[in-house]
């Protein structure tokens, strides 16, 4: 898209405003060298402006081409991305081009520049390079391609917007954690490490061995079996399980500095559980929800599904509205077939009737609810006035005894309460899991 006709510049504007201001000055003290002063930087001016306008018709979509290269598609929050950008002019005339590829506000240039300032001549390749890290989940768009010629005392300019936008997903980020900081609690009770099997009432045969008393009658192996010494099946028992993220996409959950707020901590934290769980054989899902669901992915095992739920945590943000734990409880009940560990990432509200039904039929069915709740009155970090660092410490006081009863109250009907902070949610959650997979219940 061109902007047309030629536009005089600030500078050539200035020019302008001076050869008048000269002319008025002249005719007020009848100085013929101020008049000759206005009248040849009102001429300059013009002249510039009329060549360049007339060296640039044409000037149009038609006189570029546009590519990109090692252009990022998907890139994790806070991590490096890269653009490329080769531009050919194909016109007749040079100039000077200033050349710039827009790009989100919560993107910040690391390498290199996304504009550009140069002598450009037909035939030429420009080139644009430049290195991004966002710190913000979601889709973004790098450009429209702005494209401004001058002349050479930019005086006047054109205007070329090329829309040749990018998509870049931003993935959510996986904090690591120590080396060995897990080691000592991702263990069974049996064996000190984490195993997949053991002995058990399953569905898939291991052995025969003999009758002991106690055994289940039901486990005996009749045709293998003769009379005065009785055999019994053994099975493999699946030490697999479930799991699912359940996220408040509630306003409450944006309390927090951008790309810091309290959903951020939760997704990065249900990231970093969600690559322990690939490395594994359990299964992952999850469900946006604040009154209703948003994205639902059942449990499902593999690259492939892990992939789809990174790439569904990826565009989901805190928007509008109350988180409704009694309803997204109610919709797990009906869509869970198996008995499922649910990470429940919300704001904590007080209990009430319904929630106190939803989770009485939501336990019956087999499934764990876990509620990571943030701490909203420690989502913000300190205020640099030492006045307004104490107005706010008066209000945290009274918001984190809210919280404390709250939370109080709901342990009190049996689900398990974890709060977090803007410190992050990391090692809890992975205690927590670690802690499932060792004893398939929350110690």
């Known amino acids: ?51 360049f306008a007339w060296s640039t018709r044409g000037f149009s979509e038609n006189w570029f081409r546009l590519e990109r290269f090692e252009a990022s598609k998907r890139v994790n929050r806070k991590a490096l991305g890269l653009m490329g950008l080769r531009l050919i002019h194909d016109g007749t005339t040079p100039f000077y081009a200033e050349v710039w590829d827009s790009y989100p506000q919560t993107f910040r ?31 973004y768009n790098l450009g429209p391609t702005y494209i401004l010629a001058h002349d050479a005392f930019g005086l006047a300019y054109r205007t070329l917007l090329i829309d040749s936008r990018h998509e870049v997903t931003v993935l959510p980020s996986s904090p690591s954690m120590p080396s060995g900081h897990l080691a000592m609690r991702l263990r069974t009770k049996y064996l000190g490490t984490t195993v997949l099997r053991q002995r058990g009432y399953g569905t898939e045969f291991r052995s025969l061995r003999e009758y002991n008393g106690g055994d289940d009658f039901r486990s005996i192996a009749w045709k293998h079996s003769t009379k005065g010494r009785l055999f019994v099946k053994e099975f493999e028992q699946e030490m697999r399980q479930d799991f699912l993220i359940l996220l408040d996409t509630g306003s409450f959950m944006g309390a927090g500095r951008l790309g810091e707020d309290a959903m951020d901590i939760a997704v990065d934290a249900a990231t970093l559980l969600t690559s322990y769980i690939l490395n594994g054989e359990d299964r992952i899902g999850l469900l946006a929800y604040p009154t209703d669901p948003i994205v639902y992915l059942p449990p499902k095992r593999g690259p492939r599904n892990v992939a789809q739920v990174l790439e569904a945590m990826a565009l989901i943000n805190a928007g509008r509205g109350h988180f409704d734990l009694p309803k997204a409880m109610d919709y797990l009940t009906k869509r869970l077939d198996d008995r499922t560990h649910v990470f429940a990432f919300a704001s904590a509200l007080p209990p009430s009737r319904a929630l106190l039904d939803s989770y009485a039929r939501f336990a019956a069915r087999g499934h764990r609810l876990y509620l990571f709740t943030p701490e909203l009155f420690a989502m913000y970090p300190p205020l640099p006035s030492p006045t307004d660092q104490q107005t706010l410490a008066l209000a945290q006081s009274a918001e984190a005894l809210r919280a404390r009863e709250t939370i109080h109250l709901i342990r009190s009907i049996g689900i398990p309460v974890i709060p977090y902070d803007r410190r992050g949610a990391t090692v809890k959650v992975l205690n927590l899991y670690s802690t499932l997979k060792a004893w398939g219940a929350a110690a």
């Open 109 to 139: 240039m690391v390498a290199g520049s996304p504009r550009v300032l140069t002598w450009w001549a037909p035939g030429e390749d420009l080139r644009v390079v430049y290195g991004f890290r966002p710190y913000r989940r979601g889709a």
């Open 1 to 51: 898209m061109s902007t047309g006709l030629a536009t005089l510049s600030g500078r050539g504007t200035g020019l302008i405003s001076g050869g008048i201001i000269s002319f008025f000055l002249a005719f007020y003290t009848l100085h013929l060298l101020l008049f000759a002063v206005g009248f040849l930087v009102i001429a300059f001016v013009a002249i510039e402006y009329l060549t």
